[in-house]
């Protein structure tokens, strides 16, 4: 099984401005020893890159776990199942049907939907591919704990998030190279 890199790389600036800022500081050490600190400024937030989103990213749906103290050991390697679609920009809700078309085998708990095929989520007008309600009942009574996807909300915020946190399913957000994803399960 090739090893596949989902992760887009955390931007260096934020409204076109630099995010990280140096700041050089003299240390002076009791025998002599003198060196200049560098110490690293970065001024983001946490939806930077890919990252993972918990439940806790909504406030009414906060359970507790967040990326400080959620056992990363439930996360690695698991088994995933991996949905590719070819979804054109604009083309709007992906629903269940469409889903289960595309899913060859079980749902282990985790889920990659690669919607976009080959683009990537910013090659796209935002948010014109999205999940519909019922790719959302589906994949909650799947019992799926983390979705990795490529789409998630439309325009109009129709609830993704919310729905999916308040059934305990955390989400990967911004993924890249999806596409490259190219067995019907992985880990």
């Known amino acids: 099984m090739a090893l596949v890199d989902l992760t887009l790389e955390a931007q260096s600036w934020k409204d076109g401005k630099d995010t990280l800022t140096i700041e050089e500081r003299r240390i002076g050490g009791k025998d002599g020893v003198v060196y200049t600190g560098m110490i690293y400024h970065f001024d983001h937030d946490s939806m930077l890159g890919t990252y993972i989103d918990f439940p806790g990213h909504i406030k009414e749906t906060d359970d507790g776990a967040n990326a400080a103290n959620f056992p990363l050991v439930k996360l690695f390697r698991t088994q995933a199942a991996v949905i590719h679609l070819d979804r054109e920009d604009g083309s709007g809700?992906?629903?269940?049907?469409?889903?289960?078309?595309?899913?060859?085998?079980?749902?282990?708990?985790?889920?990659?939907?690669?919607?976009?095929?080959?683009?990537?989520?910013?090659?796209?007008?935002?948010?014109?591919?999205?999940?519909?309600?019922?790719?959302?009942?589906?994949?909650?009574?799947?019992?799926?704990?983390?979705?990795?996807?490529?789409?998630?909300?439309?325009?109009?915020?129709?609830?993704?998030?919310?729905?999916?946190?308040?059934?305990?399913?955390?989400?990967?957000?911004?993924?890249?190279?999806?596409?490259?994803?190219?067995?019907?399960?992985?880990?």
Request: charged content about 20%.
């Open 93 to 187: 809700a992906v629903e269940t049907e469409e889903i289960l078309g595309a899913l060859k085998g079980d749902v282990p708990g985790v889920l990659v939907i690669n919607a976009l095929g080959h683009r990537r989520f910013d090659e796209i007008e935002e948010r014109s591919v999205y999940l519909g309600h019922s790719a959302l009942e589906w994949i909650i009574s799947q019992n799926v704990r983390l979705l990795v996807s490529d789409i998630y909300e439309s325009k109009r915020l129709h609830g993704v998030f919310s729905t999916l946190f308040k059934n305990g399913v955390s989400t990967v957000c911004y993924p890249i190279n999806l596409h490259q994803l190219t067995e019907s399960h992985t880990r």
